[in-house]
């Protein structure tokens, strides 16, 4: 374990991202010590700037409420989404992209022709039609985002399972024996898993896009402190007050770029082969 | 020829891609809460059963689901996009006066993309480990973690607002009656914050791998052979590297190709521009089934033709395909 | 004759963490007007490392640490990058060893040799194309003027390798360096390869460097031998005397691994039969791009009998249908036609449950030790998997995979490491483990040391032999190298196109062979031809 992280920390983006990303985690967890009332609630007058008031540090928005209270209680939002949406799609696509590969054929076929309808869909025009048929609460977004995003993953999967069903190693377990399940479970799959976790990340990334996006035209859950409801709230003050839309999009910005950094960060460290690239 | 034949075929097998979209996302708003009935009843600020069902029959709205469906891909096949009750026109002429800002928008973003993403990516590799490559890679990073509409908020406040020097939103100016090379100048202003917003992520995704590609080509043989021939290096990239490292970076544009489309709902939204993304959206906010079926069809149709054409790019830059 | 390129003292230093510091290590060669010189040894010998190094495109991270290399009076090491370039591909050229990678796959051939041409002349485009084609003509290749408009994919390996020697004689260069020109094609082209460049430096004069590791090769071309291990040069001298009156022991021991291309004489042979392979065919059908669908005929009828305890000998090149005959026996294939039958049950037509009890009695060994393993799991654990898989308990499986480590010359304690911490010949060793832990009546070998360096290769094969007597195997040993097989098996069967050519006792059909094929096949085989002086 300290080994990999020692071999981890041998890119200094990566451990900028690791921090980064821990500096976020930190906001989420420690959201409910700083800022323990509700952040949708009125907290002082509206639209005051940023360093203003010594509470209300981050400022106001159109309604009067803590900025910077959004911010920390966004980040649980937006770190759970996007955990919980990229659990789900890498989920999918390494089963579908396992069978798929691994029995070829007709699997291979129907899977090729699925991923090929959604990716020839906008997904985010899918993600729009999700929305409106089942509603913007917290799951259905959650889940409407990882269908969404299973595609990759599975194409991914399916091609490392297609190299590596043919190699020696794969076809000496059949020679002695060893069934479909065993072949697939614990040959293949450990083999198989690298790049399609640091594929994750990527996921990851996206999937806290795509929720802000939705927020920001306001088809996410409203009852929740997100950064994208924040956007998009401060896009009808942007004349006057435009920090309310700066504020959470830089908090985007590192959330995600942390992620990234760190998705990178675990390529380089799995495949040192490939490390100067 | 043969790569038009090739490329034809391709095309011809996503007609039934094409059948599982409509049909799948047909039966997906089938489970939508309310329909464009609902929605038109409650804009004309309500009323009572006997009207609904009136204006359900007329719709064909109170036939069952099968009927309904089949009847769809019937007109569909004679190119009838039906009728969209909340606009009161057919809808394939309203989706035909947003179509343009879409592909010009589209079209600007993915030259503008492809271009500097490729120049970058270049640089970046040519450079790999030393500080111009460090920047370049990091800028790479930060677009595509930029969200997309943030970014186009940000600019409207640093150009159109406290600079003034480009429009805030919309297509044109409106009212000013402009023609010929005028109009073409101005809609290309009132285009530059939305191209540039919407080119980002996807600059930071053809930057990063056509960096990748380069550095990867250059570690194969036939590069050790040129370089034995004593080709000079910046031939050896040009004229044996290059061409190479394009063909990940062509194929991807086809893979990215609906991503964008999903993207110019947002940007489309942002600027305030007559275009698809945002007829889409205003779709989906009031049921109007036809119109965004309508819609889904016509992306669905824009994305084949973009991959049918970087097929033909592909098939032109690699003779193994044929 | 003098000396055209000096190589005085040469070390090249490797970057931190490889395995030892210097690639090499106070090499010193010279390599005469008109001559061949041979540069032989195993992996990591340096031989490659060498060549590169004169052509200063040495690797990143690895760089020269002494020494100088003279040429036409300048030392190569010391010249600025631009003159550098200047002489490589017009004074210096290089032929690579996979001409399938080495030429690039979107440019013609035409255009390829023409680059050189235009990299160093200012001969207009006509001229160019006037040469191009008169230098595929001279490297034999059979209508030159559609292999110039030819991409490399539309050639076969012995054609893109002649055009590769094309483009390196284009200028007439004083030096040619060959690395392993021919190791990657089949054994009929790599005698015409051979014999194009010796007749080539024959008649242009060009001082040829040519590294193998082959010494059959040697024997073939060489004028002057150079002997590598580790980075330092352990002898060198004139190719009979090398040959005949070795005087270092790395060389002796090399040169008595070689296998002869004489079969021993026949051991008696049983009566009974272990293995019937009776009118077996299979078609491949491969979709091409769309909806066509491409059929190769890869076995056609093959009929062969395997007598109990004897080795049955498969030989053929690639596209004959061997590793595909291979896989039927163990079922990783079915035939479409015809019957395999070991004890009166037909192996290729059993249920897939069938199978699995069936096939524990025919067992394979492969032939990549880097790719045969699953890298993810301990040595033992892929010894015992397969007697796991049968139902016997796991303690059991393990302590047989212990005493089979030891059967094949490996530690036992070894059973607890993973597959990269152990050489190319031990992995071979546990693939070999891992077929014998079923307790198999029949091995297959699918050019089981094929991937193995000369001497590691001995050793292997020498285990087999030891194995087969005491386990009383039998054994299809399945290789292109016709004298692995001459040492091992009691009968040999010549494969071409899917179809058996020749077929009979191993020492018949070295010493006298009936089918053309076969004839053709021993002849290519590269040794010494006459007694040099």
Redesign the interface.
Known sequence: MTGFFRLYARSP?ALVGLVLLLLVIAMALTAGLFFPKNPLALAGPPLLWPFQDAHLWLGTDNSGRDIAAQIFHGARISLLIGLAAMALAITIGIILGALAGFYGGIADDILM??T??F????????????????GSTLTTVTIAIGLVSWQAPARLTRAEFLSLRTREFIQAGRTIGLGDATLIFREILPNALPPVIVYASVVM?VAI?LE??LA??N?SDPNVASW?NL?GL??AV??TA?YV??I??IA???T??AV??VGQGLNDALNPRLR?? | MRVLA?AG?RLLS?L???L??LV??FL??Q???GDTVDALVAQMGGGDQKLTEELRRFYGLDAPVAVQLSRYLWRLVQFDLGHSAIYGKPVASVILERLPATLLLMGSALSLAFFAGIVLGILAARK??QWPDTLIS?LG??F????????G??G??VFA?KLAWLPPGGFETVGAGYVGLARVLDIARYLVLPTLTLALIFLAIYLRIMR?SM??VLT???V?????????EQ?VIV??VL??ALLPVVTLIG?QA??????S??VE??FALPGLGRL??ES??Q?DLNT?LG??FV??LL??AV?FIVDLLYAR?????A | MSTTLAIENLSVALPQGADRALALEGVSLTLRQEEILCVVGESGSGKSMTANAI?R?LPIGVGVAGGAIRFEGRDLLALPEAEM??????RI??V?Q?PM???????SIGDQIG??FR??TSLGRAEIERRVLGHLEEVRLPDPRSAARA?P?ELSGGQRQRA?IA?ALALEPTVLIADEPTTALDVTTQAQILHLIRDLQRKKGTAVLFITHDFGVVGEIADRVAVMQNGRLVEEGRAADVLDRPSHAYTRMLLAAVPPLAAPPARPVSAETALNIDGVSKTYQTRG???RKRSTLALDNVTLSLPKGSTLGIVGESGSGKSTLAKCLVRLLTPDTGAIRMNDVDLAHLSRREAKQATARIQMVFQDPYGSLNPRRRAGELVAQGPIAHGIAPEDARARAKSLFALVGLDPTATERFPHEFSGGQRQRIGLARALALEPQILVADEPVSSLDVSVQAQVLELLKQLRARLGLSMVFITHDLRVAAQICDRVAVMKDGRVVEEGLAADVFSAPRHAYTQALIEAIPRRRQPLF
């Open positions: 983006s022709r699925i090929e309808a990716q020839t869909l906008p997904n985010f025009l899918l993600l729009l039609m999700l929305v409106a048929v089942f990334a896009l802000s996006a920001f035209l088809l994208g956007i401060g896009r942007l004349r435009w839309s700066a959470p999009g985007i910005l590192i995600v770029l990234s950094l100067g690239r | 090739l075929r996503s039934p891609t094409l599982i979209i799948g996302l997906l708003l489970l939508a809460p790999v480990n990091t990073l930060v595509y973690a930029t969200p997309s509409f943030w970014f908020l940000m409207i406040v607002i990748a550095l990867e194969l043989d036939f050790r052979t040129a370089r034995a021939k004593g080709v000079a031939a004229r044996h061409r190479n893979l609906g991503t964008m489309l999903g993207g709902v947002v939204s942002v889409a959206y989906v906010v049921r965004l819609i889904v992306s669905a994305v084949i991959n830059l690699d003779p193994r395909i | 052509m495109l370039r200047h002489l490589r591909g017009s050229a290089m690579f996979e990678t080495a030429l690039n796959p979107l440019r680059e050189t990299t160093h991409y994919h590769m483009m791009s769309g909806l």
